[in-house]
């Protein structure tokens, strides 16, 4: 069995316990990109993700188990893991107000048509709720357009709506006006796809912070979807 590393005092603070050295690695570098730390179980963090049959903690931090059954009257994250199972436990935990929906940086060209006209821009970060984009104007609140990308083999068409603009500033950055936007009246189908696609990129991150291949058993650990 091994534990997590580092301890610091960063009040989003996870412990793992598993008998997967792996696993623990994956785990600790995906959380990490969504800005919570993994500590030692004697920390005493907010939450303690345990694997089934392992020892119990001996204080009175929330643990939930990792088990491929659910366990009556316990709090469980069944396996294979649904890394947005994994995200709303997390949220639900640390936050007053928790996010639904897990967003990844990206660099994707796309094509914005604004008022009846079509121009180029770039996705920064990425959702199945919304996104946020470069182009070289800046865009009102409320503000309708339509964005077209590709996703794999997939070109995607939505309708959406801006919900703030950030202007150009001095840093390479921010070179151009940025803006976020809610996806409108998007279909299942398309919604499905783009959080397979997001949770896909969530672990191929991980995969190379460690420099594990891809092809790793502990893939069976994840959920994924085609």
Aim: aromatic residues 8%; proline residues 7%.
């Amino acid at each position: 069995m091994l534990l997590s590393g580092t301890r610091q005092s960063n009040a989003r603070q996870v412990a793992i316990v598993t008998r997967n050295p792996v696993l623990l690695q994956i785990l600790t570098a995906l959380l990490g990109d969504w800005g919570f730390s993994v500590v030692e179980p004697q920390v005493e963090p907010g939450v303690v993700f345990l694997e089934h049959g392992l020892a119990e903690p001996t204080f009175t931090t929330r643990t939930v188990l990792l088990t491929s059954m659910p366990v009556s009257d316990r709090s469980c994250l069944l396996t294979p893991i649904s890394l947005t199972r994994l995200y709303h436990l997390l949220e639900d935990e640390f936050f007053p107000s928790p996010r639904r929906h897990i967003r990844v940086n990206t660099e994707i060209d796309a094509d914005l048509q604004i008022d009846g006209a079509w121009q180029p821009g770039n996705i920064t970060s990425l959702s199945d709720r919304g996104c946020r984009v470069t182009c070289d104007y800046e865009l009102p609140a409320k503000q309708p357009l339509v964005i077209e990308f590709r996703l794999g083999e997939r070109r995607i068409r939505l309708s959406a709506q801006v919900l703030y603009c950030i202007p150009a500033g001095e840093t390479a950055s921010r070179a151009k006006p940025q803006f976020g936007v809610q996806f409108k009246q998007i279909d299942p189908a398309i919604c499905t796809a783009l959080r397979a696609s997001i949770e896909r990129k969530c672990l191929e991150r991980a995969f190379r912070k460690i420099d594990i291949d891809p092809a790793h058993p502990v893939n069976s650990w994840f959920e994924q979807e085609d």
